[in-house]
């Protein structure tokens, strides 16, 4: 399985972005998928989730509100809708998939695949 992440680019503050990720091969219904961030110099870091076999979904306190994580198995693609977007939202994006039983989609040990990487620019 290998993900493709597309959809970065340059924002303003306030304005939108979205993100896709899209699996190559057959990604069972069973996998979660994630999106992770890492900003320049730091850490990479949870972003949001949606759990296997549509298990719900689970935001980082700063995409609370803003982002939206949505999942169409049948295009086996993951989007991030990210509005309102903040200067300190700027990095580059990362989707994960793994198998992910224990609910704790904020840990990058958990995920299995991971994409390249797209880089989202937020300009004021």
């Known amino acids: 399985v290998q993900l493709q992440a597309s959809g970065g680019g340059l924002a303003q503050v306030g304005g939108s972005l979205r993100l896709s990720c899209a699996a190559s091969g057959r990604l069972a219904d069973s996998y979660a998928l994630g999106w992770f961030r890492q900003p320049p110099g730091k850490a990479r870091e949870f972003v949001a989730a949606?759990?296997?076999?549509?298990?719900?979904?689970s935001y980082a306190d700063s995409a609370k509100g803003r982002f939206t994580i949505s999942r169409d198995t049948a295009k086996n693609t993951v989007y991030l809708q990210m509005d309102s977007l903040k200067p300190e939202d700027a990095a580059v994006y990362y989707c994960g998939a793994g198998l992910i039983y224990s609910g704790r989609y904020d840990l990058p040990r958990f995920y299995d695949y991971w994409g390249k990487g797209t880089l989202v620019t937020v300009s004021s």
């Open positions: 949606t759990g296997g076999y549509g298990g719900g979904t």
